[in-house]
């Protein structure tokens, strides 16, 4: 490599900038420097960040549409309610649905399993997950995973936490990378919960007891 010769040397500074200066044949060879940020590091920062430097983990909720719709195409937010009003409701296609709250209970059923395995799926590096999980009656339950999809699927199948023996009807994860900084989330989340909705709404983060009827 005799015939290349080096004219110019770059220095890696933070925030992805980008120097290029001029070398004189006179000066010494530069040494080249990279200079270590805890934005870019993904083993000593608590989190995993891309070039830009903002986080590369990413929430995924479900969907909390019912999939239950007027004649006109406004959304029945309370399917139960709306069949018990003698009213028929309809797909996004315009079927007639003969069972509303059995239909959205299915929708949101789907939803929720299609958010863990997308949870999962954008975010590889995440060692754990907390969530959120929205019931009826404006209820909230906290909890952590190492798994999404399994344990939505415990919750829906009734062999997760005891005081959820109502439907599920949307989930939002958020990805951590360590279980210990889920845990913490997870203990922060449900205390914020609580103190916004009142003791009565909110359960998770180990205080499983039955909600009040």
Excluded: W
């Amino acid at each position: 490599f005799s015939y290349l010769k080096l004219t110019h040397y770059i220095l890696l500074l933070p925030r992805t900038e980008l120097r290029i200066f001029p070398r004189r044949p006179e000066t010494p060879l530069p040494s080249l420097f990279l200079i270590s940020s805890p934005r870019f590091s993904s083993t000593m920062g608590r989190s995993y960040y891309n070039q830009r430097g903002r986080s590369s983990y990413k929430k995924v909720s479900s969907k909390r549409s019912t999939g239950c719709f007027t004649k006109s195409g406004t959304t029945v937010r309370n399917p139960r309610a709306y069949a018990a009003s003698k009213k028929t409701a309809y797909t996004k296609y315009g079927n007639k649905i003969h069972n509303p709250a059995k239909y959205a209970a299915a929708v949101q059923r789907n939803s929720i399993a299609n958010a863990a395995s997308a949870a999962a799926m954008r975010n590889p590096k995440a060692k754990a997950f907390t969530y959120t999980v929205s019931l009826p009656g404006q209820k909230k339950y906290v909890g952590m995973t190492t798994n999404p999809s399994q344990r939505m699927g415990a919750h829906v199948n009734g062999t997760g936490a005891k005081c959820i023996n109502e439907g599920l009807t949307a989930v939002t994860f958020t990805p951590h990378s360590s279980v210990a900084a889920a845990k913490k989330k997870e203990t922060a989340t449900y205390f914020q919960q609580k103190k916004k909705m009142g003791g009565d709404l909110v359960r998770g983060a180990g205080h499983t007891k039955q909600f009040p009827i």
